[in-house]
Structure formats: structure tokens, C-alpha cells
């Protein structure tokens, strides 16, 4: 049989940072985790973790159990490099036993750090993250001259996947959704090695079997129906005809495997019954290098320009398809408004219509107070380094990761030397350079996409990225006030209050002016109904609340107290709603995510 077919899993998992502590920024940061007891099932027992990022990781113990016995780079998996630090950090038995996993038997894909929605970001922090997770990556993608890459939510752009392309010397492959493809009209196309024309060049591009891929994360197809949806329901009679090899690709997260030793029967099973059926596994990366080695056949024009497909900017893998005006995917999850016509949207959220409009002012926000942090470093950089260009500050910082993530490159006996990582601003007293570089990675660390997937807003994942950002803020106001430069200081004090006055931005941003799909979702009693807090002990809504939070611990003490007239710094508590998705968890606080002092 010419059917060949790949799987790919996604593993992620935000934590339950509260508070960043202090730092010099020649080491990595220190932080203080959220105290919420949760008790998860995971295999066939009861695993108790601090908080649901602790409980969660411990599924990963099984990644080498779950994947070693398939057959060697037959499925691939991406590792967000936070995530894998976690584990390194928390567990380093299966940190090393990941890593073994990854070097020898699993194909790596590479992803950004910190799980950001790429095209939401200034190109220059995507430029800077794209380098980094090729540099993070290193010792699992080697020297391949094809290798995958996976966006997080698959949120793409000819922009951003031309950023990631330009970012390494290997041939990229992106792994998207067969939903954000425009034009795939030709059927022998489908299952292709497609080209995806983006900025700078050419890239290949396959797009999972969303339904396929949706009926095994949910159950609604039993093995002997997945192995038969696949080996008969996605045969390709030209190609076979013809023998040509062709790729069925299918994608999900990983977590939801580990967890679950019926979900993992299911997996094993449906790959043991295509193996009968003579439908090969084989990774994306690996199946686009048989095809340019001549290993495997092409048809005329395969793997070049002749087979180049359209893929809709802002699309993704995961967003609330039932909205959608086109029959595609975008990204008015985390945006909160359709790009097609400009419409904010409305969810439900515990029996009530919840409006999104949180989502677009937040990604508004959160854009601009990256930029503050940025320039910031920047320009702080050029204080002492006026000739110091965009791209030697970018090389520092893609350097930088080097400290952050120190542990990880020293694992690999990676160079992770300061003289090293400050080379490209080497003008710049080192001790300055290395705060700065701490102080644009807890930005970074800010933009953690789960925020927004959810549909309420007071969540413990909110309440961690603007806590990284308020420290990052506060941060670089000290650093300019210690250089003399008080009206800059007071410019990142300023930006740091507009997460204060988060519920200001409605008037601020004219957020009224906008239409909603309904027409209520922009009204000022649906910003307030969507802002209210979920916890008895806190009147703010949880942006105030993170950033009421951090600079309790964080502002210098003039600033706390002039604030403290404005508010009340005993309703800054970490405590938070529950995220949506977590509902099946035994916690021992069920009505909200508390944490215990």
C-alpha cells in the first residue's frame, strides 16, 4: 500500500508562577508557585500535585513508555521548551529519559518558547523566539536538513512563517490544520508534499486530518473504526495507481495520551492495526526527506513550487469553528473578534453569555506593553553601545537563552558562558546586560497563549502573565531610575498602571465604537459582566488583582504607597476562577483556584 501516515503530539502545560522573584539575571529566575491541591487520575492512580501544573507533569513519566515501543521516527512530538524545563526542573529522571526519547527514537519538532500566538507578537520577538527554539532544539535536530516546526495553536502567517524559515538553514516543514488551506481543490493534492510560499522563500506544509484526528481525542470512533477510517476511508486510488507514496498526517495533544491508559490502549491499537493493513508510520520530516532523497516517489512537480498551496493568515488548529464565515479556521479565540468582518464575539461560560471583548483589549495591551519592555532594553542597550544595531541586541538575546534555560545547554555541555551570551553588546557593562536579557525573558514569559483560549478571563493562567509582566515592568523602571532617568522610570510606571486600570481600557481603546456579532457583546454591561472576579476575597478582577499582586511584593515603597490611596492592596490575593477545562479535577478548593498563603 502507497498510504503512509504520521502523528504528531503537542505537549505543553503553562505553570503556576505567582510571583518572579528578584534576580540578577546571571542565573534563572527564581519564582514562587501557586499553593492549590489537585488531585489528577492519571493511569489507574490518584496523583496529588501542589497545584495543576505539578500534577500534570507527573504524566509525562509515561512518555517513554507510551512512545518507545512504536516504531523508530514514526510519530513526532514538540516539547515547548518551558514545558521541558519545567520538567527538568521538577523531574529530572524523565527530563533525561525525554531527552534520550527525543535523541534517538521520536522526531523533535521544534516550537517557540513560552507558547506564544506568534503573529501577535512584533516581528522582532518573533525573530527572537524562532532563533531560540532552533538553538534550544539543537541537540535533537542536529544537522537534519529537513525539519518540522510547530506553531502554537498552528497560528500562522506568511510573515511569521517566513520569520521561521529564515531563522535556520534546514528546510522547514510546517504543521498546521488541513482547515487553514485555501484552494485545495486537486484530491491528489491533499496528501501531498505541498509548498507553502512564505515571506524570503519556500517551505513545505501538511495539514492534519482534523476529524480524524478528532475522533480519536474523543472518542467517538472505536480502534477497529479508526484503523478503517484511515486504511480505507483515506485511500488515494491515482496515487496507488500510480505508486506514489502519499501521508496522512493526524495530530493531538499529548497530555491527553499520557493521562489515560484506555487512550493509550486506543492509540497502540489503531497503530498496530494500520501496520497490519500495510500503512506505514513515518514522521512528516522524515516522509518530505524520502521524497527529496528519491527514496520515495514524487509525481511531476511534488515537493516544489508546481505544488504550492495557500494557507489563511491568522488560521489555526483549534478555534471555534462554528463561527467561522468561511469554512476555515482563524484566531477569533484569542482575539476575540472575526478578522472577517470585525465583530466581537460572545461564548458561553457557566450557563451565562460571556463576551469576548476581554480578549482584544488584553492582546492590545499586551502588545504594547511588549513594546515598552523592548524598546526599554533597546534603548538602554544603546545608552552604552550607541553602534550596536537591531541585530546584534536580537543576538544577545537569542543568546540569553542560554542563561535562562541554563540548566537545559548545560545538559548538552552547550557553551552558556557570559562572556558568550553578552559577545554581541559586549560595550555594555556585563552585569547591565545580563539584567536586561532576564528582564525581556519575563516579557516573553508573559505571552503564554492559554489566557485567552478560555472563555473567562479569571483564570490562574491570566493571573501568571501579567504577573510576568508587571515584574518585568516594575523591573525596568528600577534599572532606569538607577541610571539617573527618572522620566523614562516614570514612562514604565505608567505602563505598569494600565494593568492596574485594566477595566479604564474600555474607555481608553473606544472599545464601545466596535460591533459585536450579536450586538451586546460590546455594551459596557458586557465588559463589566466579563471582568467580574470569581473569588469572595478580592472586589478586582484578576489583571488588577496579578498586578496588585506583584507590585505588593515588587514596587519600591514611595510607589506602593502612593498607589495604596488608589487601592487596596489587601484584595491583591493570588486566588483566581477555575479554568474551564480543568473542571475534572479533584480539587480540594472546587469553587475557585485558591492559593493557600
Not at 498551496?309 to 469554512?327: A, E, P, R
Not at 545580563?434 to 519575563?442: A, E, F
Request: charged residues 25%; aromatic residues 14%; hydrophobic residues 40%.
Amino acid at each position: 500500500m502507497q498510504m503512509r501516515r504520521a502523528y504528531h503530539f503537542h505537549a505543553y502545560q503553562p505553570g503556576d508562577i505567582i510571583h518572579i522573584h528578584d534576580g540578577s539575571g546571571w542565573d534563572p529566575i527564581k519564582y514562587s508557585e501557586r499553593l492549590s491541591p489537585v488531585s489528577l487520575r492519571i493511569r489507574d492512580t490518584d496523583v496529588k500535585g501542589r497545584n495543576w501544573t505539578r500534577a500534570v507533569i507527573k504524566a509525562y513519566e509515561h512518555t517513554n513508555d507510551a512512545l518507545g515501543s512504536l516504531k523508530e521516527r514514526s510519530i513526532s512530538v514538540d516539547f515547548e521548551p518551558f514545558t521541558l524545563y519545567m520538567i527538568l526542573r521538577y523531574k529530572p529522571r524523565i527530563y533525561g529519559e525525554i531527552v534520550e526519547l527525543l535523541g534517538e527514537h521520536v522526531e523533535a519538532v521544534p516550537t517557540p518558547p513560552f507558547h506564544p500566538i506568534m503573529p501577535h507578537l512584533g516581528k522582532f520577538d518573533q525573530n527572537v523566539l524562532a532563533r531560540v527554539s532552533f538553538d534550544f532544539y539543537g541537540p535533537f535536530i542536529k544537522d537534519s536538513k529537513v525539519v518540522g516546526y510547530w506553531l502554537p495553536e498552528a497560528v500562522v502567517t506568511r510573515e511569521t512563517a517566513g520569520i521561521v524559515a529564515n531563522s535556520t538553514d534546514a528546510e522547514v516543514v510546517f504543521l498546521l490544520d488541513e482547515r487553514q488551506f485555501v484552494g485545495l481543490n486537486l484530491p491528489q493534492a491533499k496528501f501531498s508534499c505541498n509548498t507553502y510560499k512564505c515571506d524570503g522563500g519556500l517551505a513545505y506544509v501538511f495539514g492534519r486530518d482534523h476529524q480524524l484526528s478528532d475522533a480519536f481525542a474523543f472518542n467517538t470512533l472505536d480502534v477497529d473504526g479508526l484503523v478503517r477510517a484511515v486504511a480505507e476511508g483515506r485511500v488515494d486510488v491515482f496515487k496507488e495507481k500510480g505508486g506514489v507514496p502519499y501521508l496522512v498526517y493526524l495530530a493531538s495533544d499529548l497530555e491527553a495520551l499520557l493521562s489515560s491508559p484506555e487512550q493509550l490502549d486506543r492509540f497502540l491499537g489503531w497503530m498496530t492495526g494500520l501496520d497490519k493493513r500495510g500503512v506505514e508510520g513515518v514522521s512528516v520530516p522524515e516522509f518530505v526527506r524520502r521524497k527529496k532523497s528519491g527514496e520515495y516517489r514524487c509525481l511531476d512537480g511534488e515537493c516544489s513550487d508546481h505544488f504550492r498551496i495557500s494557507v489563511k493568515d491568522y488560521s489555526s488548529w483549534s478555534d471555534y469553528y462554528d463561527m467561522s464565515l468561511d469554512g476555515r479556521t482563524g484566531d477569533m479565540r484569542w482575539l476575540g473578534m472575526r478578522r472577517e468582518d470585525g465583530k466581537v464575539i460572545g461564548r458561553s461560560y457557566n450557563g451565562r453569555k460571556v463576551s469576548q471583548l476581554w480578549k482584544y483589549a488584553f492582546t492590545k495591551l499586551f502588545r504594547e506593553l511588549n513594546r515598552a519592555v523592548r524598546f526599554g532594553v533597546i534603548d538602554m542597550i544603546r545608552r552604552y553601545s550607541p553602534e550596536t544595531g537591531r541585530e546584534e541586541v536580537a543576538e544577545f538575546l537569542v543568546r540569553y537563552a542560554r542563561a535562562f534555560f541554563r540548566e537545559h545547554y548545560d545538559y548538552f555541555d552547550m557553551e552558556t558562558g557570559v562572556d558568550y551570551i553578552v559577545e554581541p553588546v559586549g560595550d555594555v557593562d556585563p552585569t547591565l546586560a545580563m539584567k536586561l536579557g532576564r528582564i525581556y525573558y519575563i516579557m516573553l514569559l508573559s505571552n503564554h497563549s492559554c489566557p485567552r483560549f478560555w472563555e473567562n478571563i479569571d483564570t490562574r493562567v491570566t493571573f501568571e502573565n501579567v504577573a510576568a509582566i508587571s515584574k518585568a515592568l516594575i523591573e525596568l523602571m528600577e534599572v532606569y531610575m538607577k541610571e539617573g532617568l527618572g522620566e523614562r522610570a516614570n514612562f514604565f510606571l505608567f505602563e505598569y498602571m494600565k494593568l492596574l486600570a485594566f477595566p479604564q481600557l474600555y474607555y481608553d481603546y473606544d472599545l464601545y465604537k466596535l460591533q459585536g456579532v450579536e450586538g451586546w457583546e460590546t455594551t459596557e454591561k458586557a465588559w463589566f459582566d466579563s471582568l467580574r472576579s470569581e473569588v469572595p476575597n478580592s472586589p478586582y478582577n484578576v489583571v488588577t488583582r496579578a498586578a496588585l499582586y506583584t507590585g505588593k511584593e515588587a514596587l519600591p515603597d514611595e510607589v506602593k504607597s502612593a498607589l495604596g490611596i488608589l487601592y487596596d492592596f489587601e484584595g491583591a490575593v493570588a486566588d483566581t476562577g477555575h479554568v474551564p477545562g480543568e473542571a475534572h479535577g479533584d480539587w480540594e478548593n472546587a469553587e475557585w483556584c485558591e492559593h493557600r498563603e
